[in-house]
């Protein structure tokens, strides 16, 4: 919400729960998915329905913004259960790998949720099948906002675009950036209604 506040008066955003995609239309320059909405929808299969009705509503040359909480992310979860998490997936791989139970309390209440962690891999091949290419992967630090180089030191954030865009990287992210700036683009911001610790740690 606080983002919005931020866009000139002339942008249109939609915001709607990623299970309610199917009954949108148009054509939006920018999506985002953000704070692992993703690792909220279940069951999997739904997942990449969500990428999927993305990708018919992105436009040709639009951009889409997907961040995920890295089931890899030794920074946050430590290096013990990061390689124990490698090693079943190794040995006994499988979509629910990923899936966790998150808590956390606000005064004497504790609240549960449940959501799912991703590794690279596993969206990239979700991205795949909907339709949608990696343009590029950012490690992001959820704690700091920081960059870092290795996967194994934060949470991922991509931007994608048609698997069948032309090369113009460059010229299309830039193009989209400044529709946003001038007030010309128009967003669609896929939300969730479960809030709290995107970090679980407990799996």
């Known amino acids: 919400m606080e983002m ?3 866009w000139p008066a002339t942008v249109r955003s939609w915001a709607m729960r990623a299970e309610e995609l199917p009954a949108a239309a148009g054509s ?3 999506i985002t998915c953000l704070w692992n909405v993703l690792g909220h929808v279940f069951p999997a299969a739904n997942r990449i329905e969500v990428l999927r009705q993305s990708a018919r509503l992105l436009a040709p040359e639009g951009v889409m913004f997907v961040d995920l909480n890295h089931r890899y992310n030794a920074r946050h979860y430590g290096m ?10 190794y040995i006994f791989p499988g ?8 808590k956390w309390t606000v005064g004497r209440t504790t609240y549960r949720t449940r959501g799912h962690v991703f590794t690279h891999g596993e969206f990239r091949s979700l ?3 909907s339709g949608l290419r990696i343009r590029k992967v950012f490690v992001v630090d959820y704690e700091t906002g920081g960059l870092h180089g290795s996967r194994f030191s934060g949470n991922l954030l991509y931007t994608l ?3 069948s865009s032309s090369t113009r990287h460059t010229s299309a992210i830039s193009c989209s950036a400044s529709e946003l700036k001038n007030g010309n683009a128009r967003v669609l ?3 969730c209604s479960v809030t709290g610790n995107m970090n679980p740690r407990s799996s």
């Open 127 to 129: 991205a795949f099948g």
């Open 189 to 191: 911001d896929e939300t």
């Open 80 to 89: 013990l259960p990061t390689i124990a998490r490698i090693i079943r997936d």
């Open 95 to 102: 979509e629910r790998n990923g899936d966790v139970v998150a």
């Open 161 to 163: 675009e048609h698997a």
């Open 4 to 6: 919005r506040e931020t």
């Open 28 to 30: 939006f320059d920018v």
